[in-house]
């Protein structure tokens, strides 16, 4: 069985998104943020690096959201280009930006005084230009009529890349340039997602509200805190 160290409405909610879409079996482990119990000294014997997600596998813990997702796919044989496949470069190239770039982008955003030692709005100024960029590119990206992202069937590149919209939306909502509609291909990926069965069964878990990424509101889930 697996075994997903979770937090409500963080990273570990696109992890969750995956292993429902696949179908997998698996339990959840709550990490109370509340109490910065990611920090425990028995949860940095299952993630040593203190963050949340994390997953608990048969061979082993593997954490990283990327790496997580990569994991399951492979193993699954679903919902990414085959190791073989002329696809599989580009994919993990973008899966990588994702990692990278956009969430990492995020957290600077989220956190910046962790980030500089200059005035935190500076650095939120340069990394929302970041942003801005990141779902410039993938909103081109969607265009070019990739199976990979955006197609008809989803992968999860586009787990990975719609659910931090939700946050875009929560967070970013005092600065001026942040409005979903501004990408109409991401806003129709946020809209396929969130009506998919796997994200309806995180709805109820995670307490995201009716429309948890084309129009979100703040988290109220039957555990935990959602930070």
Same mark, same amino acid.
């Given at each position: 069985m697996l075994r997903l160290h979770y937090a409500p409405d963080n990273a570990s909610l696109i992890i969750r998104l995956v292993l429902e879409e696949l179908g997998e079996p698996y339990e959840t482990v709550l990490v109370d943020r509340g109490s910065n119990a990611q920090?425990?000294?028995?949860?940095?014997?299952?993630?040593?690096?203190?963050?949340?997600?994390?997953l608990?596998?048969?061979?082993?813990?593997?954490?990283?959201?990327?790496?997580? +997702?990569?994991?399951?796919? $492979?193993?699954? %044989?679903?919902? @990414? &280009?085959?190791?073989?496949s002329p696809d599989r470069g580009a994919f *993990?190239?973008?899966?990588?930006?994702?990692?990278?770039?956009?969430?990492?982008d995020l957290r600077q955003h989220f956190y910046a005084e962790r980030f500089t030692a200059g005035p935190a709005e500076d650095h939120r100024r340069i990394v929302a230009k970041r942003l801005k960029g990141h779902l410039d590119r993938y909103e081109a990206l +969607?265009?070019?009529?990739? $199976?990979?992202? %955006?197609?008809? @069937? &989803?992968?999860?590149?586009?787990?990975?890349?719609?659910?931090? *919209?939700?946050w875009f939306a929560l967070y970013l909502r005092d600065e001026p340039w942040f409005v979903l509609g501004?990408?109409?291909?991401?806003?129709?990926?946020?809209?396929?997602?969130?009506?998919?069965p796997a994200m309806q069964a995180a709805m109820v878990a995670e307490g995201l509200g009716e429309k948890p990424l084309s129009n979100p509101s703040p988290a109220n889930p039957p555990e935990g805190v959602a930070l």
């Open positions: 920090q425990s000294p028995a949860y940095l014997k299952v993630n040593p690096m203190g963050t949340i997600p994390a608990e596998t048969p061979h082993g813990v593997v954490f990283e959201t990327a790496a997580i +997702l990569l994991w399951l796919c $492979d193993r699954a %044989g679903r919902l @990414a &280009p085959a190791v073989d *993990l190239s973008w899966m990588m930006v994702a990692s990278n770039g956009l969430q990492m +969607l265009g070019e009529g990739h $199976d990979w992202f %955006g197609g008809e @069937a &989803p992968t999860a590149l586009d787990y990975y890349v719609a659910t931090p *919209l939700r501004h990408w109409p291909r991401l806003q129709s990926l946020a809209k396929r997602i969130e009506a998919r």
